[in-house]
């Protein structure tokens, strides 16, 4: 449960980022990067980083897990982070891109074409939140 309530939040904060004028002005220091490294993931603002910290603590202390489940769970969000903007080509199997955000997937969020960067794939762990609400 907790996993899906922080993928959702996540869900949420990107697609928010994305859509309004002020958000967006602190989360495209994230996209002004020339190209996708394992750096790319850590290249957010001081405030994109402050309200995802209160937004997941929140969530994190309605959704009581024990302790090792809840830092597995902060593990798999860093490691789909490193793994998306890394840019490097994974070979796994084709059904994973239907569950899980790729390198594939966030690339194509990472796009130049601001069409890209503004309509899609805000999901950060699982993609059925874009399927669902059709993004």
Same mark, same amino acid.
Not at 68 to 95: D, E, G, T
């Given at each position: 449960?907790?996993?899906?309530?922080?993928?959702?939040?996540?869900? $949420?904060?990107?697609?928010?980022?994305?859509? +309004?004028?002020?958000? !967006? &002005?602190?989360?495209? *220091?994230?996209? #002004? #990067?020339?190209?996708?490294?394992?750096?790319?993931? +850590?290249?957010? #603002? !001081?405030?994109? =980083?402050?309200? %995802?910290?209160?937004? +997941?603590?929140?969530?994190? =202390?309605?959704?009581?897990?024990?302790?090792?489940?809840?830092?597995?769970?902060?593990?798999?969000?860093?490691?789909? $982070?490193?793994?998306?903007?890394?840019?490097? &080509?994974?070979?796994?199997?084709?059904?994973?891109?239907?569950? *899980?955000? %790729?390198?594939?997937?966030?690339? !194509?969020?990472?796009?130049?074409?601001? &069409?890209?960067?503004?309509?899609?794939? +805000? =999901?950060?762990?699982?993609?059925? !939140?874009?399927?669902?609400?059709?993004?």
């Amino acid at each position: 449960v907790l996993l899906l309530a922080l993928d959702f939040a996540s869900y $949420c904060m990107h697609r928010t980022l994305h859509t +309004f004028e002020w958000p !967006w &002005k602190m989360h495209r *220091l994230h996209h #002004s #990067s020339l190209e996708l490294t394992i750096l790319s993931s +850590f290249r957010i #603002s !001081w405030g994109e =980083g402050i309200v %995802t910290g209160i937004v +997941f603590g929140i969530i994190s =202390g309605i959704v009581l897990v024990p302790t090792p489940v809840y830092f597995y769970i902060n593990f798999l969000f860093v490691f789909a $982070c490193l793994i998306q903007h890394s840019n490097i &080509k994974f070979r796994y199997p084709a059904f994973l891109g239907k569950i *899980l955000i %790729t390198p594939r997937n966030h690339l !194509w969020h990472h796009s130049s074409e601001l &069409k890209h960067q503004h309509g899609q794939n +805000f =999901g950060f762990v699982l993609v059925f !939140w874009d399927k669902i609400l059709k993004t």
